[in-house]
């Protein structure tokens, strides 16, 4: 059983920052990439922010600059630093994770339940 667990979610006033934390969990092998998602109301999910095992990153536009993903290897963990936040970024933050579980295992994606994110005008 693999299972993600997104935290840190919550209401911050505009400029604020925040912390969302994203905690893989189970029988894990090797997590290769982890990212966020986010899909705000009557939106479809977009990807904010991805980071490979390496720490190569990369992030949507619209966040470059004030979102910073990163990574701790040995807790299985992803990290999404989000600073200077506006009302645009309000929606539920999704963790993914793309892992194997054994050496020779097939590589599977797995998502997180979400964790909103509101700003408020």
């Known amino acids: 059983q693999v299972q993600l667990v997104e935290s840190g979610g919550g209401l911050v006033q505009p400029g604020g920052s925040l912390r969302l934390s994203c905690a893989a969990s189970g029988s894990i092998f090797s997590i290769n990439a982890m990212g966020w998602y986010r899909q705000a109301p009557g939106k479809e999910r977009e990807l904010v922010a991805h980071i490979t095992s390496g720490g190569a990153t990369n992030y949507a536009d619209s966040v470059k600059g004030r979102f910073t993903i990163s990574r701790d290897n040995a807790k299985n963990t992803v990290y999404l630093q989000m600073n200077s936040l506006k009302p645009e970024d309000t929606a539920v933050y999704y963790c993914?994770?793309?892992?194997?579980?054994?050496?020779?295992?097939?590589?599977?994606?797995?998502w997180g339940k979400g964790t909103l994110v509101t700003v408020p005008s």
């Open positions: 993914n994770a793309d892992l194997t579980r054994s050496r020779y295992g097939q590589h599977m994606d797995y």
